[in-house]
């Protein structure tokens, strides 16, 4: 584990305890994707939930990583299952943000999806989906860090969803992808 030098603090000696509140605004302003994590597990069938934890975290092998509370329900699910989707939303999909944020709903209930490897559900509309086998986990405090191994990928020409200091964040409509993407 490594320790931080507590001299290189303004002033030296230990820096002031941190209020749980400066933390969370400062996180808010940091300007996030929504994705829609889903899986289909042996005993839940298909599974989804709202995640903005989500990031790359390597090329070379195709990783990702995204975290859940130690105590969410879902997290049982996902460790079970061995694989998982990365649905990256797309700017008009809010509800389904929302509705993947929502407990004791059917996340699924008139949703569009196609299925994906090892039947996983794919959010038919979104901007990109990622298809990964479940590589490790870590410990991260109150979390679990999921990384993924991504086998498979593809993209749509959609704008994000984005999330910022606790509100959808619009995109002007113009902000489309360059030409040459998908």
């Avoid at 130690?70 to 079970?80: K, Q």
Wanted: proline share 8%; charged share 20%; with cysteine.
């Amino acid at each position: 584990m490594m320790h931080i030098q507590t001299d290189r603090f303004r002033g030296g000696g230990s820096p002031p305890p941190l209020a749980p509140n400066a933390f969370r605004e400062a996180l808010g302003r940091f300007a996030s994707g929504i994705t829609v994590m889903t899986t289909n597990d042996a005993e839940e069938g298909r599974y989804g939930v709202t995640a903005t934890s989500f990031s790359s975290l390597s090329l070379d092998p195709p990783l990702v990583q995204w975290s859940l509370r130690n105590t969410a329900y879902s997290l049982p699910i996902f460790l079970r299952a061995g694989c998982f989707s990365v649905n990256i939303l797309a700017a008009d999909q809010t509800a389904i943000s929302r509705r993947f944020a929502t407990p004791d709903t059917d996340r699924f209930a008139g949703l569009d999806v196609t299925e994906g490897l090892a039947g996983m559900p794919l959010i038919d509309g979104a901007a990109a989906w990622i298809e990964c086998t479940l590589e490790s986990t870590l410990p991260g405090g109150d979390h679990t860090i999921l990384i993924g191994r991504v086998v498979r990928a593809e993209t749509f020409a959609k704008t994000p969803l984005l999330y910022w200091r606790g509100s959808y964040l619009p995109i002007e409509s113009s902000a489309t992808p360059p030409e040459g993407t998908t």
